[in-house]
């Protein structure tokens, strides 16, 4: 059972450039999100998506898009990568529940370590 | 404003002693609470977690977290540490019916002395 998958687990980008970092999870969960780690400030939220099809902004979501059109995948899109957006990538996700069902905990990946120098 | 506060940064403590380790949360609605630990270079991993019920939450590894409503508090103890737990440890809060959108503490790292 791999759980939620992200790749790469390393990249460096210069100023300027574009990527995407890769998640998917084989859980069937509804619920995918993509939070940043920085040093002292814990995580924070940057996109998150209730289901496919259905995305909404987190705490810092500028310089960032998200694109939801399968259960499984939820991708983020770097469009013009800047210093600042050194970190370390996270992205979870969680079982919504539905109307009478408990939902669960966020299930996290390994993580990416992006450097935009 | 949602906010999680974890007020140590960075805690020390002896092999064998107990550890007890901070969250303060303000949240409006009712709070699903969450305590992840994260190991150098790893992911998360979910110590325990409080949806409803018993405020005394039983985790993994021996850690067990009180709720407690009235102090807005879901503290973490251990009773007796080993230098395996040597972590960052995160509380964090999320809204009943949306665990995707969650608010984290900045962390606490915890050594552990032989």
């Known amino acids: ?117 | 404003a949602q906010s999680v506060t974890q007020p140590d940064i960075h805690i020390t403590v002896s092999e064998g002693a107990s550890l007890e380790l901070r969250c303060n949360y303000s949240y409006g609605a009712t709070p699903y609470l969450f305590w992840y630990v994260q190991s150098p270079g790893q992911g998360l991993q979910l110590l325990l977690k409080y949806f409803s019920g018993d405020t005394l939450v039983q985790g993994i590894k021996g850690f067990e977290a009180e709720f407690k409503r009235s102090q807005s508090s879901f503290n973490l103890r251990k009773p007796s540490v080993h230098w395996s737990d040597a972590a960052e440890y995160f509380c964090a809060v999320g809204r009943s019916g949306n665990t995707g959108k969650l608010i984290f503490g900045q962390g606490t790292t915890l050594q552990v002395k032989p």
């Open chain 1, 1 to 117: 059972n791999a759980g939620v998958t992200q790749t790469p687990k390393f990249q460096v980008l210069k100023t300027g450039q574009s990527m995407t970092l890769q998640c998917a999870q084989d859980m069937n969960h509804e619920y995918m999100s993509w939070y940043r780690q920085d040093p002292g400030m814990g995580l924070r939220l940057i996109h998150y998506s209730v289901g496919a099809g259905i995305t909404d902004q987190g705490e810092v979501p500028n310089g960032y898009n998200v694109s939801r059109s399968t259960t499984e995948d939820f991708p983020l899109r770097l469009l013009s990568a800047a210093p600042s957006q050194t970190s370390v990538y996270f992205c979870a996700s969680s079982y919504g529940g539905g109307r009478f069902l408990m939902n669960t905990e966020a299930f996290f990946g390994q993580g990416t370590r992006l450097t935009v120098v």
